[in-house]
C-alpha cells in the first residue's frame, strides 16, 4: 500500500439500473476501485439531497449518483428529477465551497457493468486529485479554542 | 415567590428583544408573573450577579442570538447552568439567521473587510486585539470564534422558538404557556420541541391559490411585473421559500406581497433547510436536459443564499470549506 | 522472381499486426474520428465522386487500418484523392469522420515519406508555405510554382486560361500580406511544437 | 428499545472468502457494533443454504433476535431466501437486511485487507439501516378478470382471441375503421409465401364475433386510473356517423359517394377510397366510416348521396363522440410500428424521384386487392420494370436514422425479389450490409431466391440519383454502391428501386407509454420487465406489450407475443388476487401545507391534491415506491415504506462509520 | 439592421472578385452591414489540415479569436466563401467536441496574445444570412427587375451543406435554399440532382483529369436540362467550373459553354445594378448570351490576350524562400 490519499465515497444507485449494473460488474469480475460504498434506492428520483450533504458532512469525500439512462427510468421519467434536484444542489455545494467535481452524476444501464466500473474508477481518481474534504474534521477544536484575532500592526488602537 | 425570568441578547440584531416588547400589554404579565433577574436590555445586572446564583434558579431563559465570541459562549453556558428552561429564542439562537451567513467566508476575512476594505479609513492598518493593558489591569474583548454557532451547538437546549423575530402573538402565547405551567394549569410539551410555531409551512397559512407548478423560468421578484396577487408566487417563478418554512408567522410576507425569505426554519422534523428547497425549486422546473435546467436555474442568482439564508449555520455543512480552515 | 517471393512471404509471415494503427489514427484525428465503430457497409466508397481513380476505396482503408498495414495505408493514394465533399461523412452510418481521418493520413504519409505520387504532398506544401509566408493565399504564386513542378508540359496550355484571369484582374501578380504576420509565425511556431509533443 | 441484532457473513465458499477475511468481519461485527445491538454475529460457508437458514432461524427463536443482517451476495439474488427464513422464524421478513459483500466487495476488489475493511463497512452500514426497519405487510388485492387489449393487429388479435377462448372477457380497441393491422396491407408473407389475407381474415371474423369480445374500433384510449388488477379505462369512441344498428355493411353509401380521397394509411398513398368508405372488402366489423375531413356535406353543406341512397337508413349525420368507462384488471398493449419516413433519406430520392417506392408502397403494388390489381408497374401506372433493385436498412442500422437493425427488412427484401421475379421476370438486384436469415426456414427461402437469379451487392447504397453519365444510364435510376466484396464503386441503372424501409416506433409511443405508465427505450419501443427473461411485461404490473409495439419483428413471433401475454393475463386472472412490495410512500397529513410541489411529480398518477382539504394524498394501490415525491416534499411531510428517510440516513452513517463513535453528552 | 462581422477568404479579391462586387452591391438594398474582421489570415483552406492537425486548427483560430475581439454588437461571422466557412464552422466545433484539440489550439493562440472560447461565435455562410436572417421576402421586396426567363441550374457546391454539424442546412443532399432564392429572384430553377456533387476542389492543381471528369459530370448534366447558366456560392467552385471549362473541354472533345455566376451577381442584376456593377465580365465563359435572354446586356470586353508563343512563359513572381517571411521580420 502507497500511502497516497484513499478517498471515501458513499454511492448511491437506483434499484433498477444502476445496482444492477455493480451486481453485473460483480458477476463479471471487474476490478474496480474500492473506495465507494453504495446505498441502494429505488430510484435516483429518491435522491434527497439531505443524503449528500449527510454524507458530505459525516465526512465523506465525494459522492456518487447513479442512475438509468434519461428515457429509460423504471419509473418512467423520474431520474430526470434526480437530474434537476443534482444540477441545483451542486450549484449550492459550490457556494459553500465545495468543488463540483466532487458530486458526480453518472447514467448507468442494467447492461453497463463495464460502464459502472470504469466510471468508479475514474471518479475515485477524480476525488483523489482534489484531496480529502474531511468535512469539519475541526469542530471538536472549534469547541474549546477559539479563534484568536492576532494584531497586525504594533500600533495601538486610538482610545 | 415569583419565579425567575432572564433574557439575553448574544449575536443578533436586537430584534427579538423588540419582538418581546411587541407584546404591548402582555409584557405586564411577565412583570406580574416572573420576578425578572437578568435582562441587560431591560435592566441592569451584571454577569457575576448571575454566576452567584444559584444552578437551576432562573425557571425560564429566553436566549436570543447565536454564538460568535467567548463572551456568548460563556453567557450561554452560564445561563444554561442557572436556568430550568431554556429556550433558544429567535432564529439566530436557533439557527444562526443573518449572523449565520458570515460562516460563508473565513472569520479572518470578515475581521479583515470589516477593518480594512475601501469603506473603512484605517491607513494604519490598526485592528483590534483581544486584551489591552489599561490603568486598571488587563482588559479582555470578546474573541471571535471560528464560525457561528446556534445555541444548540454549544448548550443542550429545551425549546426552541423560531422566527426572525419570532411573531409577537406567538410570544404571548408562550408566555401565557409558561405562565398556566407555574401556575399547574397546562404541561411543557416534551423537551426538544419547537414552541410559537406550527409543525407545517407557509403555504399551510399562505391564502394564495396554488395549483400544480411546471417553471420555465425563475425570475425574482422585481423583475416579475405585475405579480398576480392572489396566486402562489412559487408558480410565478418567483423563488418562494416558503414550501419549506415553518408555518407560524401566518403567511406574512405572501399575504403582504413579498415572497417567504424562510426565518421560521425548516418544518418538524426536517434534517437540512437547504436540502428540502433545493428540492422543492428543482421540482417545479419543466425541463429535461442539463442545458435547459441549468438555464432555468440562472434565475436563481445566489442559490446558496437562496436557500440558507437564516439556516447555514444549523445546516449539515454549517459553513463554507475556507471557514473551517483554522489558519488565515 | 523466387527472390522477390521469398521476402513476400516471409514479410507476410513474421509481420507483427500493427494493432496500435487504428488508435494513432484516431488520436491524431479532429474531432471524435468514430473509426473504431467501422461496419464495412461501403457507403463511403459508394458516395465518393473519385473513387474510380482510389487504389482502394475509403471503407477497404479502414479494413486495412484495422489489420494494422501500416505501410500499405500510408502509401496508399485514396487520402490525396479526397475532394473533402463530405458525402461519405454525412451519410455514414456510423458517423465516422471521414474526411478527417483522410487528412490525418495525409499529414502522417507526409511525415513518414510513403507518399508515391508527390504531386498533392508538395501542392499542399506550397500552399502551406505561402499561407506562413504571407498569411495569405497567393493563388497566382501558387499555381505557377505547382504547375512548374509538376506538369511543365501542361502550364502552356494552360496559359490562355491564366492570362485571361490576370487580364480579368482575377488573379493579382504580387501577394498580399497580413498586418501581423509576427503573431501569425508565434502561434504556428507554438502549434507546430505541441503537435509534436502530442 | 433496543435492538437485537444478528449479523451472519456468508463464504460463499471461496467466492466471498477468498478475497474478504469472514471470521475478521464477523469478529469486528460482535465486537464493534455492540452498541448498536449486535449480539451475535457468525460466519457460515454458505448461508443460502438449509443449514445456512436455520442457523438464522434458530437465532431468531432462541436470542430473540429482532433485526437480521445478512452479509452475503447480491439481495436481487436472495433477499427473498431469508426473508423467508426470518418469516419462518416468526420475525417480519421486512426486518432482514442484505449486505452485498460479493458483487460489491470480493468480486471486483482484489487487496485482502482492503476488501475486508470495505465489507465492514457495508456491513455497518446494514447494521445501521436495519434498526430502523419497520415491519411490513405484503398489499392484495383482487384482480378484475375483464382484459383489454390495445390494437388489432395479429398480435393483438392473437393475444385477445386466447383470453376470449378460456372463458374471460376482453375489449379489443383498435384506432382504425378496422383490424387487421399492417398484415391486412400485405399480399405475400415470408417465407412460406402464404396469402396474407387468407391466414389473417379468418382470426380477423374470429374475433368480430367471437362472445367474449367487445370489439370497439375506430376508438381510442384517452384515459388510464388503476392498477394492476383494477385499471379504470377511459375509451373515446369516434362519431362513424354510421349506426350501427341499422347498417348492415351493404356498401352501397361507398359507391354513391361522390369524394375520392387518396388512401394514406391503407393503401400507403397509392390507391383511392370514398369520403365514407371501409378500408378494405374484408374490414371488421364490416361498418363504413366517415371522413368528416373530407366529407362535401361537412365541408360545404349539402350533398348527402349516402344518406339518400342507404337502404336502412343508418347514415347519421349527427352522431358525436362517445366516452366509454371501462374496467379491466390487465391490458395488453398492441400498438405496432410506423414505417420509417424513407423521404429522410433524401439521397435515396424518395417523394423526388417518381419511381422509387417504399416497402408498403409495393406491398399493394403487389397485393391482387391493390391500386394495380397486383401488377407490379412504375408508377406511370403501366411500365413494367425490367431492372429493379431492392435497397436494405433503409433508415435502420444508421446512427442518422435509427441505429437499430429492424429484423424483418432483409426477409422482406428476399420476398419482393421473389415477387419481382415471379410477376414481371425483371433482374432483380439486392443490395444489403449484412443478409440476417435467423429462424425456421429463412435462409432456405434465401437459397431460394439465390436460386431464381436474383443479383446480391454487398453494399449500403450510397445513393439513388437521374443525373446519367452515359447513353446506358439516360432516363433511368441509377443506383451508386460500393461492391464491397469486388472493392469497386458501382452504378448500376434500374427502372424501380424498392426501399426496404425500416419500423420505428410509433408517433406517438411516447404519450402511449406515458397514458399507461410504461416506459420507452432509447429508440422509443416500450421497454420490458426484462429482455430475456420477461420480455411481455413490463415495470407496471399488469401492463404487458406484444407485437413491433415492443420492437420491431415479424409475423411468427408477434403471433408467439400476443399469446404468451395472454398466457401471464390468465395466469393472474386464475389467482384472483395478487400481491404487491409495501414499498410505499404516504402523506402525514397534519405536517402537508399543500403547497402542490409534489403534483407534478408522479407519473403514476397516485398523488392527487384534496382541493377541501388543501393537503395532497397518495394513492398506496397506485404508488410504485420510487420515492421521488419523498425526496421532494419540501415540509417534510410524505415519507416512504422501505427506504425511509431514517434508514437511508442511518445507513450514511453507519458506511461512515460514525456509529463507532461514542454518543456524544 | 442584420449586423455580422465579415470573413472575406483569399478569393474575394483576386480569382472571386466579382463575388465581393457583387456582394457590395446588394448590402445596401438588403440593408446589410458587414464588419471585416481587422487581419484576417487564409483559412488554411484544404491544404493545410492534410499537413498538421494543430498548426492548421491554430491557423483557423486566430480568425475566430480576432473576430471574437470585435463582437460588440454581434456574434455572428458571414463567411461567403464555402471553404472558409467549412473550416470556421468545423473548428469552433471540434474544439468543443475534442476538449483537448480546444486547449491545444489555445495554447498556441496564447503565443500570438490571443484566446478563442469556442462555441462563444456562430459562424454562418452567406446564403444563409441572406434566406434565414434577411429573409426571402425582404429579397422579393427588393426585386425590381426580376430574372424571369432566365433558366438555371442552382449549384451548391459540396462545403457548404455538409458536413453541417450545427444543423443549418434544409437537406444534405438537396438543400433548398439557393432553389429557393434564385426563385424568389424569378429566375426559372431547373431541378438539378448534382447540386452538392463534387467540382474537384483542388484536384484542378493535383489531378487535372480527375477534376476535370467532376466539372464534365457537372456541365453536362446542367446542359441537359436545358440550363442556360450554372449559379453558384462558392468561389472554388466558380473558379473550376469557369476557368477549366475550357481544358476540360479540349480533355473530353467536347463543345460546353456554360457560365457560371455567383448567386450574388443574379441578385445584384434583379435589384437593378448594372452588369459592371456586379462583376459580369470578369467570368471566362462568358455569360453574355445568357443574359441576353433577360435582356441585360453586358458590355464586350476585351478579349483574353491570343496566347503567347510556346516558348513565351508566363510573368513570374519574386523568388520565395522559406525563411522569407522571417527576414522581413527581421528588418
Known amino acids: 500500500m502507497t500511502d497516497q490519499f484513499e478517498p471515501t465515497i458513499i454511492g448511491f444507485t437506483c434499484n433498477w439500473c444502476s445496482y444492477r449494473a455493480s451486481d453485473l460488474a460483480g458477476t463479471a469480475r471487474m476490478k474496480y476501485a474500492p473506495n465507494v460504498r453504495l446505498i441502494r434506492l429505488m430510484c435516483s428520483g429518491r ?113 | 415567590m415569583k419565579p425567575k425570568f432572564a433574557m439575553y441578547w448574544a449575536a443578533s440584531c436586537g430584534g427579538c428583544e423588540i419582538a418581546v416588547l411587541n407584546t404591548h400589554e402582555k409584557i405586564l404579565d411577565v412583570d406580574a408573573n416572573f420576578d425578572v433577574v437578568f435582562w441587560p436590555v431591560a435592566m441592569d445586572a451584571k454577569y457575576h450577579d448571575v454566576e452567584a446564583m444559584e444552578d437551576g434558579s432562573i425557571l425560564l431563559t429566553l436566549f436570543n442570538g447565536g454564538i460568535r465570541n467567548d463572551e456568548n459562549e460563556h453567557i450561554a453556558k452560564l445561563l444554561r447552568q442557572k436556568s430550568k428552561i431554556l429556550v433558544a429564542f429567535g432564529s439566530c439562537a436557533c439557527e444562526g439567521c443573518i449572523p449565520g451567513l458570515a460562516n460563508l467566508s473565513p472569520v479572518g476575512d470578515i475581521v479583515h473587510t470589516a477593518f480594512n476594505t475601501l469603506t473603512t479609513d484605517n491607513p494604519n492598518e490598526i485592528y483590534p486585539r483581544t486584551s489591552y493593558d489599561v490603568p486598571e489591569g488587563e482588559l479582555h474583548i470578546p474573541t471571535l470564534s471560528r464560525m457561528v454557532r446556534p445555541l444548540e451547538q454549544v448548550v443542550d437546549v429545551d425549546y426552541f422558538m423560531p422566527g426572525c423575530p419570532p411573531e409577537s402573538h406567538q410570544i404571548a402565547a408562550v408566555i401565557d404557556l409558561v405562565i398556566k405551567v407555574v401556575k399547574g394549569e397546562a404541561e411543557l410539551p416534551p423537551k426538544g420541541s419547537v414552541i410559537g410555531a406550527g409543525d407545517s409551512t407557509v403555504c399551510d397559512e399562505c391564502p394564495r391559490a396554488r395549483n400544480v407548478k411546471f417553471i420555465k423560468e425563475f425570475k425574482r421578484i422585481q423583475d416579475v411585473a405585475p405579480v398576480d396577487p392572489a396566486l402562489c408566487l412559487l408558480e410565478q417563478g418567483i423563488p418562494c421559500n416558503g414550501p419549506a418554512t415553518r408555518s407560524g408567522c401566518n403567511a406574512r410576507c405572501p399575504q403582504a406581497g413579498a415572497q417567504c425569505i424562510g426565518c421560521y426554519g425548516p418544518a418538524e422534523g426536517v434534517m437540512d433547510y437547504g436540502a428540502r428547497l433545493i428540492t422543492a425549486f428543482s421540482s417545479v422546473i419543466d425541463a429535461n436536459t442539463p442545458e435547459e435546467i441549468d438555464h432555468i436555474l440562472d434565475g436563481i442568482p445566489d442559490p446558496t443564499g437562496q436557500v440558507y439564508r437564516f439556516n447555514l449555520a444549523g445546516s449539515l455543512l454549517k459553513a463554507n470549506k475556507e471557514a473551517w480552515k483554522v489558519e488565515r | 522472381m523466387p527472390h522477390m517471393t521469398d521476402e513476400r512471404v516471409r514479410a507476410g509471415m513474421t509481420r507483427e499486426e500493427d494493432l496500435s494503427l487504428l488508435n494513432e489514427v484516431s488520436m491524431k484525428t479532429a474531432g471524435v474520428s468514430h473509426l473504431e465503430m467501422c461496419i464495412q457497409c461501403g457507403t463511403c466508397g459508394g458516395s465518393c465522386p473519385v473513387a474510380a481513380d482510389m487504389d482502394h476505396t475509403p471503407r477497404m482503408l479502414f479494413a486495412m487500418l484495422r489489420a494494422g498495414m501500416r505501410e500499405e495505408v500510408l502509401r496508399s493514394n485514396t487520402p490525396w484523392l479526397c475532394v473533402s465533399c463530405y458525402h461519405c461523412v454525412v451519410r455514414c452510418p456510423q458517423e465516422v469522420h471521414i474526411a478527417d481521418v483522410m487528412y490525418t493520413l495525409k499529414g502522417m504519409a507526409i511525415h513518414a515519406k510513403l507518399y508515391t505520387d508527390s504531386t498533392a504532398p508538395h501542392f499542399s506544401q506550397t500552399f502551406v508555405g505561402m499561407v506562413e509566408t504571407f498569411g495569405r493565399g497567393y493563388e497566382l504564386g501558387l499555381a505557377t510554382r505547382h504547375y512548374l513542378r509538376h506538369f511543365p508540359l501542361r502550364l502552356p496550355g494552360m496559359m490562355p486560361m491564366g492570362l485571361g484571369m490576370i487580364s480579368k484582374g482575377r488573379m493579382a501578380i504580387t501577394p498580399k500580406r497580413i498586418k501581423h504576420m509576427d503573431q501569425l509565425t508565434k502561434i504556428l511556431d507554438r502549434a507546430k511544437e505541441l503537435e509534436l509533443t502530442s | 428499545m433496543t435492538e437485537r441484532v444478528g449479523v451472519y457473513v456468508c463464504h460463499c465458499g471461496s467466492n466471498i472468502a477468498g478475497t474478504v477475511d469472514v471470521v475478521d468481519v464477523a469478529n469486528w461485527a460482535a465486537e464493534k457494533l455492540g452498541r448498536q445491538g449486535v449480539i451475535i454475529a457468525r460466519e457460515y460457508k454458505f448461508m443460502c443454504s438449509s443449514l445456512g437458514q436455520e442457523l438464522i432461524e434458530k437465532d431468531i427463536k432462541e436470542l430473540g433476535l429482532t433485526r437480521v443482517v445478512v452479509a452475503a451476495c447480491s439481495p436481487h439474488l436472495h433477499e427473498k431466501t431469508f426473508r423467508t427464513a426470518a418469516k419462518n422464524a416468526g420475525l417480519n421478513p421486512y426486518l432482514v437486511e442484505l449486505a452485498s459483500i460479493r458483487e460489491q466487495v470480493s468480486w471486483v476488489h482484489s487487496d485482502k485487507a482492503v476488501a475486508t475493511a470495505k465489507a465492514k463497512a457495508v456491513v455497518s452500514g446494514a447494521v445501521s439501516r436495519v434498526i430502523e426497519n419497520r415491519p411490513l405487510e405484503e398489499i392484495k388485492v383482487p384482480i378484475n378478470p375483464n382484459t383489454l387489449v390495445v390494437g388489432g393487429g395479429i398480435a393483438g388479435i392473437q393475444s385477445a382471441l386466447e383470453i376470449a377462448n378460456a372463458g374471460f372477457h376482453v ?356 421497454t420490458e420487465k426484462h429482455p430475456k427473461l420477461d420480455p411481455v411485461a413490463t415495470m407496471t404490473e399488469g401492463i404487458y406489450i406484444v407485437g413491433c409495439a415492443q420492437g420491431p419483428k415479424d409475423i411468427p413471433s408477434s403471433v408467439a407475443q400476443g399469446a404468451a401475454a395472454s398466457a401471464r393475463v390468465l395466469d393472474k386472472i386464475l389467482q384472483k388476487e395478487v400481491a404487491l412490495e409495501p414499498i410505499k410512500a404516504s402523506v402525514d397529513s397534519a405536517l402537508c401545507s399543500g403547497c402542490r410541489i409534489c403534483n407534478g411529480l408522479c407519473p403514476f398518477n397516485a398523488i392527487t391534491f384534496i382541493e377541501d382539504d388543501k393537503v395532497t394524498e397518495i394513492n398506496p394501490a397506485l404508488c410504485q415506491g420510487c420515492g421521488t415525491c419523498v425526496a421532494a416534499c419540501p415540509a417534510g411531510a410524505i415519507s416512504g415504506t422501505g427506504f425511509s428517510n431514517e434508514q437511508i440516513i442511518a445507513q450514511i452513517d453507519g458506511l461512515m462509520m460514525k456509529n463507532l463513535e461514542p454518543v456524544e453528552a | 439592421m442584420n449586423k455580422y462581422l465579415l470573413y472575406p477568404g483569399c478569393s474575394m479579391d483576386s480569382s472571386a472578385k466579382a463575388y465581393m462586387e457583387s456582394l457590395n452591391s446588394i448590402v445596401e438594398p438588403l440593408d446589410l452591414h458587414l464588419e471585416e474582421i481587422e487581419d484576417w489570415n487564409c483559412c488554411g483552406a484544404t491544404e493545410y489540415l492534410g499537413i498538421n492537425l494543430i498548426p492548421a486548427y491554430s491557423l483557423i483560430a486566430r480568425n475566430l479569436a480576432l473576430a471574437a475581439k470585435q463582437t460588440d454588437s454581434t456574434r455572428t461571422v458571414v463567411a461567403p466563401c464555402s471553404a472558409c466557412y467549412l473550416n470556421l464552422a468545423k473548428a469552433d466545433y471540434y474544439m468543443q467536441e475534442r476538449p483537448t484539440l480546444g486547449a491545444k489550439v489555445n495554447e498556441a493562440l496564447a503565443a500570438g496574445g490571443l484566446e478563442y472560447k469556442a462555441g462563444m461565435l456562430d459562424v454562418r455562410h452567406l446564403i444563409d444570412v441572406l434566406v434565414y436572417d434577411v429573409g426571402l421576402d425582404a429579397i422579393r421586396k427588393a426585386v425590381t427587375h426580376p430574372l424571369s426567363g432566365l433558366k438555371v441550374v442552382p449549384y451548391m457546391g459540396c462545403m457548404l451543406p455538409r458536413p453541417d454539424y450545427q444543423h443549418r442546412w434544409s437537406d444534405h443532399e438537396h438543400p433548398t435554399e439557393l432553389d429557393d432564392l434564385l426563385r424568389a429572384l424569378g429566375a426559372d430553377v431547373i431541378d438539378y440532382p448534382l447540386t452538392t456533387s463534387c467540382c474537384g476542389g483542388h484536384m484542378t492543381q493535383i489531378g487535372p483529369e480527375t477534376a476535370f471528369e467532376l466539372i464534365h459530370r457537372l456541365v453536362s448534366d446542367a446542359d441537359e436540362r436545358g440550363a442556360q447558366m450554372m449559379v453558384t456560392v462558392c468561389p472554388m467552385c466558380q473558379m473550376n467550373i469557369d476557368a477549366y471549362q475550357n481544358e476540360m473541354n479540349h480533355f473530353f472533345g467536347t463543345d460546353f459553354h456554360m457560365p457560371i455566376l455567383f448567386f450574388t451577381q443574379l441578385m445584384g442584376l434583379a435589384f437593378g445594378k448594372e452588369p459592371g456593377e456586379v462583376g459580369i465580365g470578369v467570368e471566362l465563359v462568358s455569360s453574355r448570351n445568357a443574359l441576353a435572354h433577360i435582356g441585360v446586356e453586358v458590355p464586350v470586353t476585351q478579349e483574353p490576350a491570343a496566347p503567347r508563343k510556346k516558348d513565351e512563359g508566363l510573368p513570374m513572381p519574386r523568388r520565395w524562400t522559406k525563411h522569407e517571411g522571417k527576414k522581413e521580420a527581421v528588418k
Request: proline letters at 4%.
Open chain 1, 47 to 159: 435522491l434527497d439531497p439531505t443524503f449528500v450533504l449527510r454524507a458530505l458532512s459525516d465526512g465523506a469525500d465525494g459522492v456518487m449518483i447513479t442512475g438509468c439512462h434519461p428515457g429509460e427510468c423504471h419509473y418512467i421519467e423520474q431520474n430526470y428529477k434526480a437530474l434537476r434536484r443534482y444540477l441545483l444542489l451542486k450549484r449550492v455545494l459550490a457556494g459553500m465551497g465545495i468543488e463540483p467535481e466532487r458530486v458526480k452524476l453518472v447514467w448507468a444501464s442494467a447492461a453497463e457493468g463495464a460502464k459502472f466500473a470504469a466510471e468508479t474508477t475514474a471518479f475515485v481518481e477524480e476525488v483523489r486529485k482534489l484531496g480529502p474534504l474531511s468535512w469539519g474534521k475541526d469542530e471538536s477544536q472549534d469547541k474549546h479554542s477559539s479563534f484568536i484575532i492576532q494584531p497586525s500592526s504594533e500600533k495601538e488602537v486610538p482610545a
Open chain 4, 171 to 526: 375489449y379489443l380497441v383498435e384506432r382504425e375503421p378496422s383490424i387487421g393491422g399492417h398484415m391486412a396491407q400485405f399480399d405475400k408473407t415470408f417465407p412460406t409465401l402464404d396469402c396474407s389475407a387468407c391466414i389473417l381474415t379468418p382470426r380477423m371474423v374470429e374475433a368480430g364475433t367471437h362472445p367474449n369480445i367487445t370489439l370497439l374500433t375506430w376508438s381510442e384510449v384517452t384515459n388510464v386510473a388503476g392498477y394492476v388488477g383494477n385499471f379504470h379505462v377511459t375509451i373515446k369512441k369516434k362519431a362513424r356517423f354510421i349506426n350501427e344498428e341499422l347498417c348492415t355493411g351493404c356498401g352501397i353509401c361507398q359507391e354513391k359517394c361522390p369524394k375520392k380521397v387518396i388512401d394514406d394509411v391503407y393503401e400507403a398513398g397509392l390507391g383511392y377510397r370514398k369520403a365514407v368508405y371501409t378500408p378494405f372488402a374484408q374490414a371488421v366489423p364490416n361498418f363504413p366510416v366517415m371522413d368528416k375531413e373530407n366529407c362535401t356535406y361537412f365541408i360545404k353543406g349539402t350533398c348527402k348521396a349516402c344518406e339518400k341512397f342507404c337502404p336502412t337508413g343508418a347514415i347519421d349525420f349527427n352522431q358525436q363522440d362517445e366516452m366509454l368507462h371501462i374496467d379491466v384488471g390487465n391490458i395488453v398493449l398492441a400498438t405496432g410500428y410506423d414505417l420509417f419516413d424513407a423521404r429522410r433519406v433524401s439521397n435515396y430520392g424518395y417523394g423526388r424521384l417518381p419511381n422509387v417506392f417504399t416497402s408498403l408502397e409495393f406491398e399493394r403494388l403487389s397485393n391482387a386487392a391493390g391500386p394495380t390489381a397486383g401488377n407490379i408497374v412504375l408508377r406511370d401506372g403501366k411500365t413494367v420494370p425490367k431492372n429493379v433493385g431492392i435497397i436494405h436498412c433503409v433508415g435502420s442500422r444508421d446512427k442518422n436514422f435509427n441505429n437499430y437493425c429492424s429484423v424483418i427488412c432483409c426477409m422482406q427484401g428476399l420476398k419482393f425479389a421473389h415477387l419481382v421475379h415471379e410477376r414481371t421476370g425483371a433482374t432483380v438486384y439486392n443490395f444489403y450490409i449484412d443478409m440476417r436469415t435467423a429462424y425456421k426456414a429463412y435462409d432456405e427461402f434465401y437459397q431460394r431466391v439465390l436460386e431464381e437469379g436474383t443479383l446480391f451487392v454487398r453494399g449500403k447504397v450510397a445513393e439513388v440519383t437521374d443525373a446519367a453519365r452515359n447513353e446506358r444510364e439516360k432516363g433511368r435510376l441509377i443506383i451508386q454502391v460500393e461492391d464491397t466484396l469486388a472493392g469497386k464503386q458501382r452504378r448500376i441503372p434500374v427502372d424501380m428501386v424498392i426501399l426496404s424501409s425500416g419500423l420505428q416506433p410509433r408517433a406517438d409511443a411516447k404519450e402511449v407509454g406515458k397514458l399507461f405508465g410504461i416506459s420507452c427505450s432509447m429508440d422509443g419501443w416500450f
